[in-house]
């Protein structure tokens, strides 16, 4: 099939401030590729493939618009190594409005990335 790239939104929480970090994604639906993050001019297919948390934080909502045609699923990684936590897009669609809750935490620091699945 053609990929069919996306844009999504990760939002973070400081756990100490409390403070709200919304960082736009590209997602360019090929199996094994980086997902891009927003570097500070809009998250695109040159975006730098990481987000650098400046506190601790957790991820709390992730949000992706639908539509990819060769990936289904993002498994993020902590300083560019794969975590256990693999987000499936169809539960967290932008025109959804429940859902998960997620609570997937990260220290001040750490290059947050992701890898994109088929």
């Known amino acids: 099939m053609t990929a069919t790239p996306k844009y999504g939104t990760m939002i973070f929480q400081g756990l100490n401030t409390g403070k709200t970090y919304s960082v736009d994604i590209y ?12 570097g500070g001019a809009g998250a695109g297919s040159s975006s730098p493939t ?3 948390a400046p506190e601790d ?5 992730y949000s992706q618009v639908s539509g990819t045609a060769d990936t289904t699923k993002i498994r993020l990684t902590s300083n560019g190594k794969p975590t256990m936590h ?11 409005n429940n ?4 609570n997937i935490g ?9 890898i994109q699945l088929a």
């Open 86 to 96: 693999v987000l499936r897009y169809a539960i967290h669609l932008t025109s959804l």
């Open 99 to 102: 859902r998960p809750n997620l």
């Open 27 to 38: 997602v360019s639906d090929v199996a094994n590729a980086l997902v891009n993050w927003d």
């Open 57 to 61: 934080v957790a991820l709390v909502d």
């Open 50 to 52: 990481f987000w650098v």
């Open 106 to 114: 990260f220290e001040k620091g750490t290059q947050v990335g992701a």
